[in-house]
């Protein structure tokens, strides 16, 4: 199985930035890729971005495109979500998630870390 850990959240005024880290131990090998994910206050959860092992390949939440960055995944250990021009919007729980079934960019996650809470203000 695959472990994870988020951390590098706060709190940041808007327009501010924050880089989230995601830690991936175990059985890494096995997952196609890893995604971040978010669950802002009585929301569902949504998925934020993703990359794939295979080819590097990102994906974006059309709300975030232009201010997110994921990278990493190189090592299949880590990544990371560069977050610029924040929005109260973004406000949420943040988490990283591994794809371990193959199909769409935003489905098949199966491991999730305990998540790292963004908060916006404006």
């Known amino acids: 199985q695959v472990q994870l850990v988020e951390s590098g959240g706060g709190l940041v005024q808007t327009g501010g930035s924050l880089r989230l880290s995601c830690a991936a131990s175990g059985d890494t090998l096995s997952a196609y890729g890893l995604g971040w994910f978010r669950q802002p206050p009585k929301k569902a959860r949504e998925f934020v971005a993703s990359?794939?092992?295979?080819?590097?390949?990102?994906h974006y939440l059309d709300a975030v495109k232009g201010r997110f960055t994921v990278s990493g995944g190189d090592d299949r250990n880590t990544m990371f979500l560069q977050m610029n021009n924040l929005k109260p919007e973004d406000t949420a729980v943040y988490y990283c998630?591994?794809?371990?079934?193959?199909?769409?960019?935003?489905?098949?996650?199966?491991?999730w870390g305990q998540g790292t809470q963004v908060t916006v203000s404006s």
């Open positions: 990359i794939s092992f295979s080819d590097g390949s990102t």
């Open positions: 998630a591994a794809k371990i079934q193959p199909g769409s960019y935003f489905l098949g996650y199966g491991r």
